[in-house]
């Protein structure tokens, strides 16, 4: 009996941590560009850039600035303008190929998005920007020894980017390396406290070495800074659930429904628990 529930949580664990990784490598908004102001990508905001260039139409600074707006506001098409734009008039400007770079990413062209990330460190090979970038390159096409070694060169360079930790963080959690996880999600979280998704990391690791209480305590700071995600309120779901809580378990699955409905761990929980779906439930 003890081996049956060894092999089950084993097998769950593994299944949440596949969703987890995979919405991580999903479409995401371009928090890379680095803006500081959420409204940076509002029509307001956008307007007076907008002001700017006209008053200064050479001004580089200023195009890789709206770019950035655009890409926030996930106005592809015109950041990629803006940022060919900044390159164009100033070809040194490393910041607007890695910006450029994400751009690319997002649209699916790998190759580009590598060269401007290259072309960034030729002019400025300390960038640690534009190593994470590569590394998460690397990390979605499943190449951990090459993304491995751009986390670890940003890392080694001294920043101060969350991302690069938490990257190589998932890194290793997909290794099953854990105890390095932990560590390095602990330090996007000290770097990055009100981001959600390393604490939703964490937990998963936590999860992974049978730390349960640990792994509840960090779903649960997920969701106070998210309260709208599936996959925290899956995994809180499946934390109840490991302890024997099956009506907490119940409520986070059905809580994970209600903001996806299709979600299929949280399906695949509730069928578990041997209890039907109750999305449309407040």
Same mark, same amino acid.
């Given at each position: 009996?003890?081996?049956?529930?060894?092999?089950?949580?084993?097998?769950?664990?593994?299944?949440?941590?596949?969703?987890?990784?995979?919405?991580?490598?999903?479409?995401?908004?371009?928090?890379?560009?680095?803006?500081?102001?959420?409204?940076?990508?509002?029509?307001?905001?956008?307007?007076?850039?907008?002001?700017?260039?006209?008053?200064?139409?050479?001004?580089?600074?200023?195009? !890789?600035?709206?770019?950035?707006?655009?890409?926030?506001?996930?106005?592809?098409?015109?950041?990629?303008?803006?940022?060919?734009?900044?390159?164009?008039?100033?070809?040194?400007?490393?910041?607007?190929?890695?910006?450029?770079?994400?751009?690319?990413?997002?649209?699916?062209?790998?190759?580009?998005?590598?060269?401007?990330?290259?072309?960034?460190?030729?002019?400025?090979?300390?960038?640690?920007?534009?190593?994470?970038?590569?590394?998460?390159?690397?990390? *979605?096409?499943?190449?951990?020894?090459?993304?491995?070694?751009?986390?670890?060169?940003?890392?080694?360079?001294?920043?101060?980017?969350?991302?690069?930790?938490?990257?190589?963080?998932?890194?290793?959690?997909?290794?099953?390396?854990?105890?390095?996880?932990?560590?390095?999600?602990? #330090?996007?979280?000290?770097?990055?406290?009100?981001?959600?998704?390393?604490?939703?990391?964490?937990?998963?690791?936590?999860?992974?070495?049978?730390?349960?209480?640990?792994?509840?305590?960090?779903?649960? *700071?997920?969701?106070?800074?998210?309260?709208?995600?599936?996959?925290?309120?899956? !995994?809180?779901?499946?934390?109840? *659930?490991?302890?024997?809580?099956?009506?907490?378990?119940?409520?986070?699955?059905?809580?994970?429904?209600?903001?996806?409905?299709?979600?299929?761990?949280?399906?695949?929980?509730?069928? #578990?628990?041997?209890?039907?779906?109750?999305?449309? *439930?407040?």
């Amino acid at each position: 009996m003890a081996n049956h529930t060894v092999s089950f949580t084993r097998y769950a664990l593994f299944g949440l941590l596949a969703c987890a990784l995979a919405a991580c490598q999903g479409t995401a908004p371009l928090v890379e560009l680095e803006i500081a102001d959420p409204a940076v990508g509002s029509s307001k905001n956008i307007a007076s850039l907008t002001g700017a260039i006209k008053a200064n139409p050479t001004n580089a600074v200023a195009y !890789n600035t709206r770019g950035s707006a655009y890409g926030s506001a996930g106005r592809l098409r015109l950041a990629l303008a803006d940022f060919n734009k900044a390159i164009a008039i100033d070809q040194n400007f490393f910041q607007a190929y890695a910006n450029r770079a994400l751009i690319h990413s997002a649209n699916g062209d790998r190759e580009a998005a590598l060269a401007d990330y290259n072309a960034a460190l030729r002019i400025n090979p300390s960038y640690d920007v534009a190593y994470i970038g590569i590394g998460n390159l690397f990390r *979605e096409e499943l190449n951990s020894p090459k993304a491995l070694e751009n986390f670890d060169k940003a890392i080694q360079l001294g920043t101060s980017d969350p991302k690069a930790f938490h990257s190589r963080g998932l890194l290793y959690q997909t290794n099953q390396r854990h105890v390095e996880a932990i560590e390095d999600f602990t #330090r996007a979280i000290t770097l990055s406290p009100r981001e959600p998704a390393p604490w939703n990391g964490r937990g998963l690791s936590y999860l992974a070495i049978d730390n349960t209480k640990a792994a509840l305590s960090d779903f649960n *700071e997920a969701l106070r800074r998210d309260r709208k995600s599936h996959t925290a309120w899956t !995994n809180l779901g499946f934390a109840h *659930e490991t302890l024997g809580d099956k009506k907490k378990a119940e409520k986070s699955y059905n809580r994970a429904l209600r903001v996806k409905s299709t979600y299929a761990p949280a399906r695949a929980g509730l069928k #578990r628990l041997g209890v039907k779906p109750k999305i449309e *439930e407040i």
